[in-house]
């Protein structure tokens, strides 16, 4: 029934709502398949915006990425009755090293991607603040260097269990409260 949440951007997490409500109980209360579906489409969206939060502020601390950054590349898609998942998705590439502050030393560019500070030895800065690293002894050619990418990093670390934990914790007492809210509704 449920399908619940998952996270995403190549490999995916889900944590399935039949696991965290009791779904007996809420057809008992709603009796309407419709009427169940709705209170959990829009226990799953709340939820679910409760979520993008904490996982932006997680992403932002592993990355090292500034947290206005960090939703240009998250997408929301809502649940609805009939599609009983709200998925949170990771979009875009690999970030330029230029994103995490870095500034030219003598023996390279230092920056602080993955929130750490360090040196990239032989490394300069072009145009725009981008960092590259020379291929060879000559002049050319030349790479850009690169950082976390959001999609990778939605799977690694704290973000997937912060992910998870928010959504064991709100997600049953939101449905509790859309059930409510629909019952109160069709008593008058």
Known sequence: MAEGFSLGG??????????LI????????????DLVNM??????NWTMDRTYTQVARGLAKQTGLAYSAVPKSLEKRYASAGN????????GKFHSLADFGP??????VSAKPWNVRRTFPGTFMGPNGQVYKRLGRSRLPI???????????MTRGNVASTFQAVVRER???RVEHEVGFILRKLGG
């Open 10 to 19: 190549g490999v995916v997490v889900t944590v399935d709502a039949r696991d």
């Open 22 to 33: 009791d779904e007996a109980r809420v057809f008992q209360q709603l009796g309407d398949g």
């Open 39 to 44: 209170a959990l489409s829009r226990a799953l």
């Open 84 to 91: 009983l998942e709200a998925q949170i998705v990771g979009t």
């Open 103 to 108: 500034t030219q030393r003598k023996k390279g």
């Open 143 to 153: 790479e850009k260097l690169w950082g976390p990418s959001i999609p990778r990093e």
């Open 171 to 173: 997600l049953p007492a």
